[in-house]
């Protein structure tokens, strides 16, 4: 768990390099993505990778709007780094090594299950959004 844990963080804080993300905030952004990955993996045997998934980018959402309000800087900084450990990039790839291989019972399997994990990506960050939005609305 701690090796995953650190290769998370890396690959966030790598991310978060390749994207621009100023200096300040590269801590962070590896924060927010191996808290996502830390969820994932916590969930992952217990519920359906694709719940598991939408409630791991929920928390980065989350975590992206406290770190964005903290250290004035776009949330957007802070969710597309966290959220690359959860990207599934692995998937995506086998899908199409499966369709070369003219094995499209299993290229199509794969590929579906690559967009419902990127659907419950899109849709965790949308639910944290709209979770942040109901509770400033509340505060108020």
């Known amino acids: 768990m701690l090796a995953q844990l650190i290769t998370s963080f890396i690959a966030s804080v790598g991310f978060g390099i390749i994207f621009n993300a100023p200096r300040r ?4 952004c590896g924060i927010a993505g191996m808290l996502g990955w830390m969820v994932y993996v916590l969930l992952y045997t217990h519920i359906d990778p694709i719940a598991a998934t939408l409630i791991a980018t929920f928390i980065v959402g ?6 964005a309000r903290i250290y004035k ?3 957007i900084i ?8 959860l990207v599934p990039g692995g998937l995506a790839y086998n899908s199409m090594r499966n369709f070369v291989e003219n094995d499209y019972a299993a290229a199509t399997a ?3 299950q ?3 994990l990127s659907g419950s990506i899109a ?3 949308v639910l944290s959004e709209v979770f942040n939005q109901m509770i400033r609305r509340a505060a108020r």
């Open 110 to 112: 794969l590929a579906a």
């Open 62 to 67: 989350g975590i992206s709007q406290i770190f």
């Open 78 to 85: 802070f969710s597309v780094a966290g959220v690359i450990p």
């Open 25 to 28: 905030s590269l801590l962070q």
């Open 114 to 116: 690559a967009a419902m």
């Open 73 to 75: 800087t776009p949330i």
């Open 123 to 125: 849709l965790g960050l």
